[in-house]
């Protein structure tokens, strides 16, 4: 494809380079905040299952 035939359909190139773009961003979006979310929901599972783990080890009090 040469130079001319883009020129002659510059909105499908800058709606083609735009879609890619949001695509982009959108999908570096949604990849941070889902590790985000995971790590926390790591941290949080740590924490609770070190909490059980320390009353577990009383001694059977109820």
């Keep these: 494809m ?3 035939a883009l020129l002659d359909h510059w909105f499908w190139l800058l709606v083609t380079i735009a879609a890619l ?3 982009s961003t959108v999908t570096v ?3 941070v905040r889902g590790l985000r979310d995971i790590r926390s929901m790591f ?3 740590g924490e609770s299952s ?3 783990a320390e009353t577990s080890v009383g001694g059977g009090e109820h």
Excluded: I, K, P, T
């Design 43 to 45: 941290r949080r599972l």
């Design 2 to 4: 040469n130079a001319h």
């Design 21 to 23: 773009v949001w695509y």
């Design 29 to 31: 979006y949604v990849a």
């Design 50 to 52: 070190s909490q059980s």
